[in-house]
């Protein structure tokens, strides 16, 4: 706890003099609210496994049945599994979720200490613990706090190794997922826009911005001022947008 500044330390004792909880359960709680006691009563109440600190020998055990037999990660093929295990698509966007809790660098890959130091920030040690936290999971989606940062997590993660951009086809693909949690009018309209007129990869700039104007910026323009710092990319879209009508 001496890493932790006054207030954050004052909320542990609170929540530890509140709850009963232990020193280390009061503080991943915490952390895992953002500092927020409204959620971390929440997430502390409303699953009762989380009164036990996750064992890390179950978590390595978990790990061990995932991990590639010839690398020390879990790949593709373990990754499968494991959402076989946990009867999860491995398609859903909850596996982006569990990414971005895992600080997972790259796509269909976790390293061990991204594997186990995620599971153990979410206090799972077993399947059944991890089967029965995916609601959670999928209803952080529903915080706007915490969807952008996962929208902003899934630009690094979903990019090739050694790559500054992200593939026109990834990108799309993405935002499709993204954006069917986060409804945006012109999601349809900017990826038709993106394959007609540009065809190129994405920066993340485009990617971060992007998000700003599909919550700032009225579907049909009225509050678009041309004169605004947003990326060339997106002042082409409204171009566009005007040209074919589709803005209106």
Not at 6 to 11: C, E, L, S, W, Y
Not at 55 to 79: A, Q, S
Not at 235 to 245: Q, R
């Amino acid at each position: 706890m001496n890493k932790l500044g006054r207030g954050q330390r004052d909320k542990v004792q609170q929540f530890m003099l509140i709850t009963g909880a232990s020193e280390k359960v009061s503080i991943q709680v915490l952390k895992a609210s953002d500092w927020q006691f409204e959620g971390a009563f929440d997430i502390f109440y409303s699953h009762p496994h989380l009164k036990s600190v996750a064992d890390t020998r179950h978590i390595e055990e978990l790990y061990n049945r995932y991990k590639d037999p010839y690398v020390d990660m879990i790949l593709v093929d373990g990754i499968t599994l494991l959402c076989s295990d946990i009867q999860v698509d491995p398609q859903d966007i909850v596996m982006l979720v569990i990414s971005w809790h895992m600080k997972a660098a790259t796509m269909c890959e976790f390293s061990k200490q991204e594997f186990v130091g995620g599971l153990q920030a979410m206090w799972i040690d077993s399947l059944e613990k991890f089967r029965e936290r995916i609601p959670f999971l999928r209803a952080e989606l529903r915080d706007e706090l915490k969807f952008r940062d996962i929208y902003n997590f899934a630009f690094g993660w979903a990019k090739e190794k050694g790559q500054k951009s992200l593939a026109l086809d990834t990108a799309i693909g993405m935002w499709q997922l993204l954006f069917a949690e986060k409804q945006w009018p012109l999601e349809d309209h900017w990826c038709q826009f993106l394959q007609a007129k540009h065809n190129k990869a994405i920066s993340r700039d485009t990617w971060s911005q992007l998000l700003e104007f599909s919550r700032t910026i009225d579907p049909g323009l009225i509050n678009y001022d041309p004169e605004g710092a947003w990326p060339y990319l997106i002042d082409e879209f409204v171009e566009y947008l005007n040209e074919t009508g589709k803005g209106k």
